[in-house]
């Protein structure tokens, strides 16, 4: 059973069968869960959250049982701009603290924090090599490489202003880095932890998603008070070949997802309650979908033939067809859902 977890700004987790489009459980986790990751064989659900004094922890969800297995302690200021990823083994968890400074590691089997890793300034997204030795952490002005072996830190590599998201590119071979407030992207090759390329796209890059092969990457850019866009770059040139408007004026995009073969992009854009869908043979938009309130989390089931989107201000969780590119349910779920993930085959 493919299993799609919300994590809902009301303290609760919400379960829902994929296959009927129904909440089967409800966890109560506490505090402000904003975060939620899947372990690789599909057993565990890691939720992160903040309690009242500001102190982060992850709930560990049995995902068999529907149940609280354990709570794990980290540093302070966990907050949905934090992140939360596994080794491709899944036997390591890592956890941005941003407030801290610093990533929690830890251990699945235990559920446990074995090392805390001091990255300086302002760790926030992380990206782990497909061989499971290297962990790269943007922070403030840099991004720090991790090995995952020694859980020190090995190299620091200065990017742009603000890197907010990274990305290795399939193959493991590139990082790409999207600095928000310098308006570019800092290709990084993972072997020698030096830049190779910066790519100049429009204002406020985020999200960054590839193609399966790793040929071209989709970028998400804000533009806060414009229409914002996603820029296509070819990976192998490192060049933008097309920027598309995605929204309308003032209406932020927030969040970008691509299926698993390769051939849409979908993009939610906060105020116009929308979901854009990019034809990625064509590089063009070819359907807009009406979603719920403030889509702020979009992600696709295994099979990608259902886009799952969560609509903060609609307490819903929008169920697209991607094959109509149509809505087939809308699915209540707790208020101010945040994040969603989903169980593997």
């Known amino acids: 059973m493919v299993l799609a977890y919300v994590a809902n700004g009301d303290g609760t987790v919400s379960a ?7 909440v089967i459980a409800t966890i ?23 309690d009242r ?25 966990a907050n949905s701009q934090n992140n939360i990823a596994f080794t491709p083994s899944g036997k390591l968890a890592y956890v ?15 559920h446990s924090v074995i090392a805390t890793v001091d990255v300086e300034i302002g760790p926030r997204s992380i990206a782990i090599s497909p061989d499971g030795k290297l962990v790269f952490v943007s922070k403030s002005r840099s991004v720090s490489v991790i090995d995952t072996k020694t859980h020190n830190v090995i190299a620091t590599v200065p990017v742009g202003d603000f890197p907010r998201i990274i990305a290795i590119v399939p193959g493991g071979k590139l990082l790409y880095v999207s600095n928000n407030s310098s ?62 408007p995605v929204g309308n ?15 849409l992009v979908y993009v939610t854009t906060l105020f116009g309650d929308e979901v854009t869908v990019i034809d990625t043979k064509m590089q063009s938009i070819i359907a807009t979908v009406q979603v719920g309130r403030f889509p702020a989390d979009v992600t696709f089931t295994p099979d990608g033939k259902r886009a ?23 699915v209540s779920v707790g208020t101010n859902p945040q994040a969603i993930a989903i169980t593997p085959q």
């Open 16 to 22: 829902i069968d994929t296959k009927k489009n129904s």
């Open 28 to 50: 109560f986790v506490g505090n402000q869960p904003n975060n939620i990751a899947i372990t690789p064989d599909g057993k565990f659900a890691y939720v992160l959250k903040t």
């Open 53 to 77: 004094n500001f102190m982060g922890t992850v709930s560990v969800i049995d995902i068999k049982t529907h149940s609280i297995i354990a709570t794990i302690p980290i540093n302070n200021n």
């Open 96 to 110: 941005t603290n941003l407030g801290s400074s610093n990533v929690s590691v830890i251990d699945t089997k235990t």
């Open 183 to 244: 308006g570019n992207i800092s290709v990084i090759d993972t072997n020698t932890h030096s830049i190779i390329a910066t790519v100049t796209v429009e204002n406020m890059p985020s999200d960054i998603v590839f193609t399966p092969n790793g040929k071209m990457a989709y970028l998400l850019n804000g533009n806060q008070n414009a229409i914002g866009s996603v820029s296509v770059i070819d990976v192998k040139t490192h060049s933008v070949i097309t920027t598309i």
């Open 249 to 263: 004026t003032e209406d932020l995009p927030n969040d970008i997802a691509i299926t698993s073969d390769g051939k």
């Open 308 to 330: 799952y989107v969560a609509n903060n201000l609609g307490a819903t969780v929008t169920v697209i067809d991607v094959k109509t590119h149509s809505v087939i349910s809308t």
